[in-house]
């Protein structure tokens, strides 16, 4: 398996523009996660979805942010509109939702906003 | 809510050094404890895991934690680091509840730089 996919890998883009991270889980993963890092904050989980529903996106900062998992294979983090401050990597990682399991992560997504 | 506190924010040592990174967490059920580790610019990497039995786990590249449940704690441990250690550490907690929620929580990380 090529493991968890992130795109785009690094996105530059205009405060105030719509900009969407998208994520491929591991095939067979029925739980996949949002997670943003940044040097003030460390490692924030932002959402998680169960069998592509939202169990808790109590993490995510505000309306601006909206995160959807369509199907079993791909989910989107959309921040509209985006703010300097949203600037930061967010992962995406997935999961077999079975208790004694672990997180498998992507590669990043590095946003800068300006 | 659990928390996952890591009390060095970053730690120098040199190669050949022991090392010992401390975690704690909050949260009074069963616990299924992780360390990850993110090499620079990469993405996190499973270094080690617990779920039940010997408390002493043994992960890659010669990595060892060892829970202790009566200190909440799960510190991470390698007798001899190498520059290829230079890395950040991630101690992380997920409330074990069977086939229930996965609420898998991270402390804020431990910088480690190994001087050649």
């Known amino acids: 398996d090529a493991g968890v996919i992130q795109s785009p890998r690094h996105e530059v883009t205009e405060m105030g523009q719509e900009v969407t991270l998208r994520c491929k889980p591991i095939?067979?993963?029925?739980?996949l996660f949002w997670y943003r890092q940044t040097m003030m904050r460390g490692l924030e989980l932002l959402i998680y979805f169960n069998n592509n529903v939202p169990i808790d996106d109590s993490g995510m900062p505000e309306d601006r942010f909206s995160a959807k998992m369509p199907n079993a294979s791909f989910s989107t983090l959309k921040i509209q509109p985006s703010e300097p401050r949203d600037s930061a990597v967010y992962f995406c990682?997935?999961?077999?939702?079975?208790?004694?399991?672990?997180?498998?992560f992507g590669q990043g997504t590095r946003l800068t906003v300006v | 809510a659990q928390s996952v506190s890591q009390h060095n924010h970053h730690v120098i040592l040199s190669e050949a050094a022991s090392l010992e990174l401390g975690c704690n967490y909050s949260y009074g059920g069963t616990v299924n404890l992780f360390w990850y580790v993110q090499y620079p610019g990469q993405h996190l990497q499973l270094l080690l895991k617990y779920f039940s039995g010997d408390p002493l786990v043994k992960g890659i590249k010669g990595f060892e934690a060892e829970f202790i449940k009566s200190k909440f704690s799960f510190n991470l441990r390698k007798p001899s680091v190498q520059w290829s250690d230079t890395a950040e550490y991630f101690c992380a907690v997920n409330p074990y509840s069977g086939a229930g929620s996965y609420q898998l929580t991270f402390g804020k990380g431990t910088k480690l730089s190994v001087i050649p």
């Open positions: 095939s067979g993963h029925n739980s």
């Open positions: 990682a997935s999961s077999l939702h079975r208790g004694n399991t672990e997180a498998f």
